[in-house]
Each structure stands twice: as structure tokens, then as C-alpha cells.
């Protein structure tokens, strides 16, 4: 299984109890949900790093908390998912 990490200096703090855990802040300050493939999961229990897992929990790709953008994280998600699809 491939792993991809994405790593920056600064990391953003876990988000308080009234933020959505599925909303990142994209490249321009914007804040847009993360649109997924069925199953899988955005993992921020670690609050430096979002970890992207597939449906049977598995983790396909980590991501600085600070760093991450929605598209960077749909990307790996939908390569993810073609490549599972492929092989299956």
C-alpha cells in the first residue's frame, strides 16, 4: 500500500467542540467541505495530522492539520479509490 505524508512547520490546533471536523481551510482561506468516495474517512483525532483512511480503516495518506487542502485530500482519496477498484 502506497503512503503518501504531508508535512509543514506549522500546524493548526484541534478544532474546538463547535467547528465541523470535515471543514479545511483550502489554499485561499476558504473553508469548503471535504467530498469523499463512499466509506472513506478523514481521521483527526491526531490534531497535527489528518489522516485519510479507506473504508475498511485502513490509512491511505496523512496530511499536516495546517497544510491540507480539500483538493489535495479528494485527490488522494479518488486515486485511491480507482487504483482499489482496478485491482479488485
Not at 12 to 29: A, C, F, Q, S, V
Not at 56 to 72: D, K, L, P, Q
Amino acid at each position: 500500500m502506497l503512503m503518501r505524508r504531508r508535512h509543514l512547520a506549522h500546524l493548526l490546533p484541534k478544532p474546538g467542540p463547535d467547528e465541523n471536523p470535515m471543514r479545511l481551510i483550502g489554499g485561499t482561506g476558504a473553508f469548503r467541505e471535504v467530498r469523499l468516495p463512499s466509506g472513506y474517512t478523514l481521521d483527526r483525532s491526531d490534531p497535527d495530522v489528518l489522516v485519510l483512511r479507506c473504508p475498511h480503516a485502513t490509512a491511505v495518506a496523512r496530511f499536516s492539520a495546517r497544510g491540507a487542502t480539500a483538493e489535495a485530500i479528494e485527490r488522494e482519496a479518488r486515486t485511491h479509490y480507482r487504483e482499489r477498484n482496478r485491482s479488485a
